[in-house]
């Protein structure tokens, strides 16, 4: 028996003419699923509009909810810190998420991050393929297995393929590695130590590949014939 998506679409939210002014502005009234109800606002992307790299993880944790802005808590800080380490362009870069409300459930008067579901993602996607299709990145990243499994497909495993280049239509150069929260849930400082090293790796086969495709300055600036 095949069972019905419980929630509708976010594509009848999507304005007609796109740009991620627009976007953003059609996404902040999404109704698309159930999420909204319970989130302070819409968190849609932010960065460099012609980023040559997109980061795309989860959805918005406590500190995005509040904020608005993808990122902004404990878990991007880590993400800017190995990206820089890696050897990435902090300023051409843009960060988004699978979804774009905050899920939570209340633990005493803590709101908990709480999986989105396979409906609400489904739900949600619109948005993250319409923000791809204005950015046109050279380079995706896929942080955790929501976002890996969202864009990459179910059977993809982060533990197994993480820091692999994996062919997608979605962008050139397309990879996926862990959540930074997950490092940050580490059980001591030595495993985390070492997690932040691999993660770093994983972020610097990205750097590497970008660099390696990049026409050199001469070829830019060379004269048309
Ligand atoms: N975790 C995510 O996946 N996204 C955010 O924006 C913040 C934390």
Redesign the pocket.
Known sequence: MTRRNPFPTALPFLPEKRSLRTLRQAAAECQGCDLYRNATQT?FGDGDPHAELMFV?????N??DLQG?????P??RLLRKAAAEAGLDPDRIY????VKHFRWEPRGKRRI?KKPSEAQMAACLPWLHAEIEQVRPRGLVC??A??AQALLGKDFRVSRQRGELVTSPLAELVLATV???AILRAPDDETRALETRRFVEDLTVMARALRRGRPRAAEVHAPLR
């Open positions: 968190v993880g989860e959805q918005p944790g500190d995005e802005k993808p990122f902004v808590g878990s991007g960060i988004t998420n699978v991050h942080l955790g929501t976002a959540h930074p929260s």
